[in-house]
Every structure is written in C-alpha cells, then in structure tokens.
C-alpha cells in the first residue's frame, strides 16, 4: 500500500517568497496519478495541479508541479497573502485514493 | 455552472444509519465517475469510496469497506453515500467530488469539482 508523506509539516514564508512543498510516495507512481490541492479554512478542497505538473482551470501561473517516480513537489513562486492555507497531494491507485497528510503553510 | 450539492448529514447515535445525497448539476452527470472524501475536525482529508460512470464498479477506503455502501441515480443526477454501523471515527465532513479519470475531464486523474460538504456527528 502506498503512502504519500508530505513535507514540511508546517512552512513559515513572508509574502513574496517561494513556497517548495514535497510529497513523498513510499514506491514509484506515475505522474499521471498525482495531484495537488488547496484548502481554504471552512472550504472544499480546490484541484491546483494534476498528472504532478498541469494546472488545472483558473489557477495562476505562481502555482506549478513537477516530479516524478516517489518525489513530487509543488512550488508557488511568489506568496499571495490568500496562499497561506493548508495543501494535499493526492495519488490515485488501482482501486483506491490516497491523501497526503497536508502542509500548512503560514506566515512568517 | 457545475455544480455538487451534498445533504442527509446531522447527528446520528453510534451503530446508527446514515444516507448522505450529491445533487449535480451543469454536466451529463452519467459520464463521468464520482468519490466521496471526508475530513475529521481538525484533521486532513482522507478519501472514502469512489463509483464509476456506469455504477458497475465500485471502491472503497479499508476504513468503510463492509461498512458503507455507494451508489448512483444517472436519472437523478445523485450519488448517494450509504453508511452503516456508525462509530464516533465516522464523525467528519462528507465532501462529494466529480473523479476525473484520464481522458474524461481531465487529461490525467484529479477531483475537479466539489461539493460544500455535509456534517455528520455520531454521538450518543
């Protein structure tokens, strides 16, 4: 069974940083299967990324994946203060889904 | 607009029953598969059961299986979320996604839509 670990825990940024979030598998999965969410306080989930580097409608450019085999990461390239939020990786198996435990990222 | 709207949450007694509902609208529901996820206060996201197009497979979380049953009404439009034998763990917000499986809505896999999510408390 695959297990997605997500790091840091928490990040600490200042505005106008670049925030590097990793997702780590515990054995190689396709690209294709991986994906990046955002969670706003008392909000659903919203897809950002997905196959570990497209970007899904309406999500800015300071947002992008990459990755492959058991190393993925998320960058957002320059912090919006509405980016300090909590953010899933996700990998889809053969017949089941698996979440990250998240990263919450706040300012510094 | 696209849109899930889940319902048939609220406080239930450990070992009792639940049916949650995922009204869609704005896309010919029936082509597409669907995933309920849910998150426990205070804790992360943890995927549920997932249903394909047709209703003719479906998945489940080794935390629900044997426990929760999912199904869909093509024309009604609805997913529905079966839950049984209720435990205080259960206690969590049930969330309903649009599950895209490459090539249908997206490319690659991704839950590209979801609902606002339904409260269930299981509590004596």
């Known amino acids: 069974e695959i297990v997605l670990t997500q790091s840091p825990g928490t990040l600490s940024l200042s505005p106008g940083e670049r925030a590097t979030l990793s997702c780590r598998a515990s054995q190689s999965v396709s690209s294709r299967y991986l994906a990046w969410y955002q969670q706003k306080p008392g909000l659903a989930p919203r897809l950002l990324i997905y196959?570990?580097?497209s970007r899904a409608t309406g999500i800015p450019d300071r947002f992008s994946g990459s990755g492959s085999g058991t190393d993925f990461t998320l960058t957002i390239s320059r912090l919006e203060p509405e980016d300090f939020t909590v953010y899933y990786c996700?990998?889809?198996?053969?017949?089941?889904?698996?979440f990250g435990q998240g990263t919450r990222l706040e300012i510094k | 607009e696209v849109q899930l709207l889940e319902s048939g949450g609220g406080l239930v007694q450990p070992g009792g029953s639940l049916r949650l509902s995922c009204a869609a609208s704005g896309f010919t529901f029936s082509n597409y598969a669907m995933s309920w996820a849910r998150q426990a206060p205070g804790k992360g996201l943890e995927w549920v059961s997932a249903?394909?197009?047709?209703?003719?497979?479906?998945y489940f979380a080794d935390s629900v299986k044997d426990q929760f049953t999912i199904s869909r009404d093509n024309s009604r439009n609805t997913l529905y979320l079966q839950m049984n034998s209720l435990r205080a763990e259960d206690t969590a917000i049930y969330y309903c996604a649009r599950y895209c499986v490459g090539g249908s809505c997206l490319p690659y896999y991704g839950m590209d839509v979801w609902g606002q999510g339904t409260t269930v408390t299981v509590s004596s």
């Open positions: 196959g570990a580097s």
């Open positions: 996700q990998q889809f198996g053969t017949s089941r889904i698996i």
């Open positions: 249903i394909s197009s047709s209703g003719g497979a479906t």
